[in-house]
């Protein structure tokens, strides 16, 4: 499986910086981001992944935020998140497996 996970702060999320990292790196694989503080993410940075995660899905992959500081009320539907990494990879591999059903 093409996996990229990468760790940020929220400090660290540029919208557009974010934005031109995942789309000058291959969109050929799912991504997983770890963010990690304990403050919150702004709407922009939200949007930023939202768009992300529209793009891999067209590609029939998957992205999803690990945050033990969000909730889904916090995040659009269209945006997975879990609170650990090992949960997101798990989802992943749900997420192929339901694809390769034709679910």
Same mark, same amino acid.
Request: charged fraction near 20%.
């Given at each position: 499986?093409?996996?990229? *996970?990468? +760790?940020?702060?929220? @400090?660290?999320?540029?919208?557009?910086?974010? %934005? &031109?990292?995942?789309? @000058?790196?291959?969109?050929?694989?799912?991504?997983?981001?770890?963010?990690? =503080?304990?403050? *919150?993410?702004? *709407?922009? !940075?939200?949007?930023?992944?939202?768009?992300? @995660? &529209?793009? %891999? =899905?067209? &590609?029939? /992959? +998957?992205?999803? /935020?690990?945050?033990?500081?969000? *909730?889904?009320?916090? %995040?659009?539907?269209?945006?997975? %998140?879990?609170?650990?990494?090992?949960?997101?990879?798990?989802?992943?591999?749900?997420?192929?497996? !339901?694809?390769?059903?034709?679910?």
């Amino acid at each position: 499986m093409n996996l990229n *996970t990468i +760790t940020l702060s929220s @400090s660290d999320i540029s919208s557009s910086q974010l %934005l &031109k990292w995942f789309e @000058s790196e291959a969109l050929a694989m799912h991504h997983v981001v770890y963010v990690w =503080s304990d403050n *919150t993410i702004e *709407t922009e !940075q939200i949007d930023v992944f939202q768009e992300l @995660s &529209k793009i %891999l =899905s067209g &590609k029939d /992959l +998957t992205f999803v /935020l690990v945050s033990e500081q969000l *909730t889904y009320d916090d %995040l659009p539907e269209s945006i997975f %998140l879990c609170p650990t990494l090992e949960e997101a990879h798990d989802l992943i591999e749900m997420e192929a497996i !339901q694809r390769d059903l034709g679910i």
